[in-house]
């Protein structure tokens, strides 16, 4: 994950993340470095599974286990925050980027394995 942050924006001052009234920024943290190789090595050591084309045609059946690997490469999130969210968001990240958001742009607890 790539995370960039612009100068503080006069015309906004609530954060996303805290909802607090602060001078904010835009950031951006963007996906793009992980190719699809990438992907499926992370998917593969959570799941110790080998994702072999059958086991992916079998997770597009299945709605909610929907895998589209190359598409995670395209995510990229854009929040006004304040200058401790991006202190707390800004920390290298290691896992899918719904995780991420979930984990934490929204402050939640572990999400359950894939």
């Given at each position: 994950m790539?995370?960039?942050?612009?100068k503080?924006?006069?015309?906004?001052?609530?954060?996303?993340?805290?909802?607090?009234?602060?001078?904010?920024?835009?950031?951006?943290?963007?996906?793009?470095?992980?190719?699809?190789?990438?992907?499926?090595?992370?998917?593969?050591?959570?799941t110790?599974?080998?994702?072999?084309?059958?086991?992916?045609?079998?997770?597009?059946?299945?709605?909610?286990?929907?895998?589209?690997?190359?598409?995670?490469?395209?995510?990229?999130?854009?929040?006004?925050?304040?200058?401790?969210?991006?202190?707390?968001?800004?920390?290298?990240?290691?896992?899918?980027?719904?995780?991420?958001?979930?984990?934490?742009?929204?402050?939640?607890?572990?999400?359950?394995?894939?």
């Amino acid at each position: 994950m790539r995370a960039r942050c612009g100068k503080i924006d006069p015309a906004k001052n609530r954060c996303d993340r805290c909802e607090r009234t602060a001078p904010v920024r835009e950031c951006e943290f963007s996906f793009r470095d992980g190719s699809y190789a990438h992907w499926k090595a992370l998917w593969q050591a959570r799941t110790g599974q080998r994702l072999t084309n059958r086991r992916k045609e079998r997770l597009k059946q299945r709605e909610e286990d929907q895998l589209d690997l190359k598409a995670l490469s395209a995510v990229t999130y854009y929040l006004d925050l304040c200058e401790g969210c991006w202190q707390e968001c800004r920390a290298p990240w290691e896992g899918f980027p719904a995780e991420f958001y979930q984990q934490v742009v929204l402050r939640e607890g572990a999400l359950p394995k894939l």
